[in-house]
């Protein structure tokens, strides 16, 4: 077979040397280059037939006849015996991982880039990236052909395997919904607007997972089968129940939110240490301990990293990944109301101060003439799941010595939204005592944590976030925060005569998932 190779190329190039290291030394000399284009020598040599049909089923004719300089390591028949040249897409796939820019000889070192963005190396003079070199170097008017007895192997990138095996199909079909094309501005001109593929889910900062498809990128991946896809949605999913008056609405918030929060717990940047005490996925989750959370899953190097495939079992850690403690910081000025007769003021703490911890160094004091003043604070993104509600409260001692006795009586009231999606209220109507020492004068912790509720079930969701409205299909409209927190003074006149005060300070709410 080699035989018959090289006699085809001989009748192709018109001077082929018999030593491979002379030709090295002499493949750009004019009397050794070829008239023809790649191409050209490619259909000249019947042991390419394959390759040759291949080119043009990919659309990479037109290049390799151009008088741009390409390299071409091409298959020949026996290694191409079992492509299917029915598959565009294989095809395509092949062709692409055989195609670089520029003159690269075997006399080069380093890294290669393809057309289709994966690198490749010159292991040594007879092989490329895996693949055995039968003959070099044979010159064309616009490149180099070197001929393989056997096929690059191809690497996928992230992407490209989620799409390309069928086991991901669910999650490739999630990816897929949000591609599309966008006018480029900076490539457009006045004669010719230019498009550009674009996907939220794997760009926008915000709530992307990071470019999977981006060969110059490096990221490592958890890529759960159907079945581990389908029955951790199902499982989630709950939690991301959404009302709506139109449930195909509800239903779409739903399914949106629920991918998205299983997904921002599977991609990562670079090549991880599965030693590492912890992880940061792309989205910002910390994640620990590791060894559990990746254990069981089979290791795939891809064409820009890693990928870690969950085919009978998915390691979750929701409280790192999406189910997290909710926090309201009181200070913040648009998360508040102050109910009518409160006046509020946002107080800063820092290495002076009595009091230490504080969040941000910033709190809130609302002080009221009113029996029942208080602050209505609003809570986004609550999970429709099980919730202790806590208040964390300054001693009043950060205001001084003095002030370590103050004290007063809180209750408070939570609004959610219901099943049927009118609110519901819960009243929390037993005062309880703010002050800074207990029974015996002992000074309280800095930060006065209190239950204000304990298991609170809320049955629908108020979660959303950027990725579903960015379907233009969906609107702002059908996407509302409705869950609030009130903190109110309970203090009548008799209380005030026995030495209680109508005022509080506030460090934050918290809103701690119940995991059973």
């Known amino acids: 077979m080699k035989v018959k190779i090289l006699l085809s190329c001989i009748v192709a190039v018109m001077i082929f040397p018999s030593c491979k290291d002379e030709w090295n030394d002499h493949f750009d000399s004019e009397q050794n280059k070829s008239d023809k284009s790649l191409l050209e020598l490619i259909d000249a040599t019947p042991e390419l037939s394959v390759f040759a049909q291949a080119v043009r089923i990919a659309g990479a004719d037109p290049l390799l006849a151009s008088d741009q300089t390409y390299t071409v390591w091409a298959p020949d028949n026996v290694a191409l015996a079992g492509l299917d040249l029915n598959d565009v897409a294989a095809v395509s796939r092949m062709v692409n991982n055989h195609i670089a820019r520029f003159s690269n000889p075997t006399s080069q070192t380093g890294i290669v880039s393809m057309i289709n963005g994966k690198t490749m190396r010159f292991s040594d003079a007879d092989n490329f990236n895996g693949a055995h070199i039968d003959i070099p170097n044979i010159a064309a008017a616009n490149g180099l052909l070197h001929i393989l007895s056997q096929q690059i192997p191809y690497l996928y990138n992230i992407r490209e395997l989620i799409d390309a095996d069928g086991r991901f199909a669910s999650l490739s079909e999630f990816i897929a919904r949000f591609d599309e094309k966008i006018y480029d501005d900076a490539l457009s001109t006045t004669y010719d607007s230019v498009f550009v ?99 069981g899953y089979e290791r795939v190097e891809a064409s820009n990293g890693i990928i870690y495939i969950a085919s009978s079992s998915f ?202």
């Not at 999977?212 to 079945?227: A, G, K, Q, V």
């Not at 007769?341 to 504080?358: H, K, P």
């Not at 929390?428 to 020492?437: D, Q, R, S, Y």
């Not at 309970?490 to 701690?512: L, Q």
């Open 197 to 295: 593929d674009y996907n939220p889910l794997l760009e926008n900062a915000k709530y992307g997972i990071g470019d999977i498809s981006d060969e110059d990128s490096l990221f490592t991946m958890i890529i759960p089968s159907d079945e581990v896809w389908q029955s951790e949605m199902e499982r989630v999913m709950p939690a991301f129940r959404a009302y709506n008056a139109d449930q195909n609405v509800a239903d779409s918030i739903q399914q949106v939110q629920t991918a998205q929060a299983i997904l921002g717990g599977l991609t990562f940047r670079g090549i991880i240490d599965e030693q590492a005490d912890s992880l940061v996925s792309v989205t910002g989750q910390v994640i620990k301990p590791v060894n559990d959370y990746l254990s």
């Open 315 to 516: 390691n979750s850690n929701d409280t790192c990944v999406w189910n997290h403690v909710i926090t309201t910081e009181a200070e913040e000025m648009d998360s508040r109301v102050a109910v009518s007769g409160t006046n509020c003021y946002i107080r800063n703490t820092d290495m002076n101060s009595l009091v230490q911890g504080v969040s941000a160094d910033s709190y809130l004091e609302a002080s009221s003439g009113n029996v029942d003043g208080g602050v209505t604070f609003d809570v986004p993104n609550i999970l429709a799941t099980k919730y202790d509600v806590f208040v964390d409260f300054v001693n009043p001692i950060v205001d001084g010595g003095n002030l370590a006795t103050e004290k007063t009586k809180c209750v408070f009231r939570l609004i959610y939204r219901g099943a049927n999606g009118r609110n519901s209220t819960m009243n929390v109507n037993t005062a309880v005592e703010i002050t800074g020492v207990d029974a015996e004068g002992n000074r309280l912790p800095d930060i006065i944590s209190v239950k204000a509720i304990s298991g609170i079930a809320i049955p629908v969701s108020d979660f959303h976030d950027g990725l579903w409205l960015s379907d233009e299909r969906n609107s702002a409209a059908d996407v509302k925060s409705t869950t609030t927190f009130q903190v109110s003074t309970r203090v009548n006149a008799t209380d005030a005569r026995n030495g209680y005060v109508r005022k509080f300070r506030i460090d934050k709410i918290r809103f701690v998932p119940v995991t059973e």
